[in-house]
């Protein structure tokens, strides 16, 4: 072999003799996705691991490829590393240990104290119903608009399983993607509604102080939340007993190192390898599509407006009261736990800085996390899953 055949299978061998144009433009989103995170802050530990995903797919696409047999040989050959991180996402067993560690180090004692809060996170559901008409109006089958929809919730981890149940795993990528991202922009995306749908008098008001909430409470509200949920919806167990379960850990005191485990080196473990295989699910190929800019777009408008009908109900609520609950904490019905809160508690720290609204907007924090797995578990149920 001469030095110029040498040197032709050298080239043939690297990612520039192999890529086209929109792996090019993956790799930028990945490196813009990778700004956002790591300069921006931008929920880093979602953020960064989905961007590096999409980032080793676009150089080196077999890193996704699935086991196949050697035609000569008849040797089955392995697949890609994150091609059997993704199975585990299809699977529902990565969503399903996400939602164990968010209930171990999640306080439902805000949501315990102020029970009205279930209103506001049922509210913040909107978007996902209003994405699902959208969704059939642009042409999806229902199963697809379903899958699509639950975007709005800001809940990627049940994106990802509803859309697994649902036999939707080609739009999976865009689907966690979406959801991930709305996700991680939270700061960004819901200020603006916000302040647009609320007057500077009502972002100032100021709420009492919640009630103290008892043990036997915080250990009864888990079980008696997941005996209620189940038996109506039994396809929700996966997310909601495991969210349950976790809080079980956290509130019981008999199971601390359980506890630690699920929200600290579990939950870690299992972000890695979901974020990465998740990011590697956007290959130029399957992602620079028509349908990907339609998810992409229905995610956001679901997301507006489920910020929308959480901060709408809450303006009734507080007229009702009689002006003692401040509507920003409605937007915190979506189920982005705790960054939904934050944000509320920042936009009216903004108008007032004495004004610490983040345990109220917990409660509906928190119940957007059940409610968009009770939206899921409705869908399932329609679609006979």
């Given at each position: 072999?001469?030095?110029g055949?040498?040197?032709?299978?050298?080239?043939?061998?690297?990612?520039?003799?192999?890529?086209?144009?929109?792996?090019?433009?993956?790799?930028?989103?990945?490196?813009?996705?990778l700004?956002?995170?790591?300069?921006k802050?931008?929920?880093?530990?979602l953020?960064v691991?989905?961007?590096?995903?999409?980032l080793?797919?676009?150089i080196?696409?077999?890193?996704?490829?699935?086991?196949?047999?050697?035609p000569?040989?008849h040797v089955?050959?392995?697949?890609?590393?994150l091609?059997?991180?993704f199975?585990l996402?299809?699977?529902?067993?990565f969503?399903s240990?996400?939602?164990?560690?968010?209930?171990?180090?999640?306080?439902?004692?805000?949501?315990?104290?102020?029970?009205k809060?279930?209103?506001?996170?049922?509210?913040?559901?909107?978007?996902i119903?209003?994405?699902?008409?959208m969704?059939?109006?642009?042409?999806?089958?229902?199963?697809?608009?379903a899958a699509?929809?639950i975007?709005?919730?800001?809940?990627?981890?049940?994106?990802?399983?509803?859309?697994?149940?649902?036999?939707?795993?080609?739009?999976m990528?865009?689907?966690?993607?979406a959801?991930y991202?709305?996700?991680?922009?939270?700061?960004?995306?819901?200020?603006?509604?916000?302040?647009?749908?609320?007057?500077?008098?009502?972002?100032k008001?100021?709420?009492?102080?919640?009630?103290?909430v008892?043990?036997l409470?915080?250990?009864?509200f888990p079980?008696?939340?997941t005996?209620?949920?189940?038996?109506?919806?039994?396809?929700?167990?996966?997310?909601?007993?495991?969210l349950?379960?976790?809080?079980?850990?956290?509130?019981c005191?008999?199971?601390?190192?359980?506890?630690?485990?699920s929200?600290?080196?579990?939950m870690?473990?299992?972000?890695?390898?979901?974020?990465?295989?998740?990011?590697?699910?956007?290959?130029?190929e399957?992602?620079?599509?028509?349908?990907?800019?339609?998810?992409?777009?229905?995610?956001?408008?679901?997301?507006?407006?489920?910020?929308?009908?959480?901060?709408?109900?809450?303006?009734i609520?507080?007229?009702?009261?009689?002006?003692?609950?401040?509507p920003?904490?409605?937007?915190?019905?979506?189920?982005?736990?705790p960054m939904?809160a934050?944000?509320?508690?920042?936009?009216?720290?903004?108008?007032?800085?004495?004004?610490?609204?983040?345990?109220?907007?917990m409660g509906?924090?928190?119940?957007?996390?059940?409610?968009?797995?009770?939206?899921a578990?409705?869908?399932m149920?329609?679609?006979?899953?």
């Amino acid at each position: 072999m001469n030095i110029g055949e040498t040197l032709l299978n050298l080239w043939n061998q690297t990612a520039f003799a192999n890529l086209y144009w929109g792996n090019y433009v993956m790799i930028i989103v990945a490196l813009i996705f990778l700004y956002l995170g790591i300069k921006k802050g931008f929920e880093p530990l979602l953020l960064v691991p989905i961007a590096f995903g999409m980032l080793l797919v676009n150089i080196y696409p077999a890193i996704m490829a699935a086991p196949y047999e050697d035609p000569v040989t008849h040797v089955e050959q392995a697949g890609g590393l994150l091609y059997y991180f993704f199975k585990l996402d299809e699977w529902s067993i990565f969503p399903s240990l996400i939602f164990l560690g968010v209930g171990a180090s999640t306080d439902f004692g805000p949501l315990i104290a102020n029970p009205k809060s279930f209103l506001l996170g049922a509210a913040a559901q909107l978007g996902i119903f209003v994405a699902y008409l959208m969704a059939i109006l642009l042409g999806f089958n229902g199963q697809a608009a379903a899958a699509i929809s639950i975007i709005g919730g800001a809940d990627g981890p049940t994106s990802i399983f509803l859309a697994g149940k649902l036999g939707q795993t080609d739009l999976m990528g865009p689907i966690a993607v979406a959801a991930y991202s709305y996700m991680s922009l939270v700061p960004i995306i819901q200020p603006p509604i916000m302040k647009l749908l609320t007057t500077e008098k009502e972002r100032k008001i100021k709420m009492e102080q919640l009630r103290p909430v008892s043990k036997l409470e915080k250990i009864l509200f888990p079980i008696v939340v997941t005996l209620v949920v189940c038996f109506l919806l039994p396809s929700t167990a996966p997310l909601v007993g495991m969210l349950m379960l976790g809080n079980l850990f956290k509130e019981c005191g008999v199971t601390n190192q359980l506890s630690e485990t699920s929200q600290n080196a579990l939950m870690y473990i299992v972000v890695i390898m979901l974020g990465t295989s998740v990011g590697a699910s956007t290959s130029a190929e399957n992602f620079l599509q028509w349908t990907t800019i339609k998810i992409v777009v229905l995610g956001l408008v679901a997301f507006a407006f489920g910020t929308a009908g959480g901060v709408i109900l809450a303006k009734i609520m507080n007229k009702l009261s009689g002006g003692n609950i401040n509507p920003l904490i409605g937007s915190a019905g979506v189920s982005a736990v705790p960054m939904a809160a934050r944000v509320s508690q920042k936009v009216g720290a903004k108008e007032d800085p004495t004004n610490f609204l983040l345990m109220h907007a917990m409660g509906p924090n928190v119940a957007g996390v059940i409610g968009t797995a009770v939206a899921a578990g409705v869908f399932m149920a329609i679609f006979g899953v």
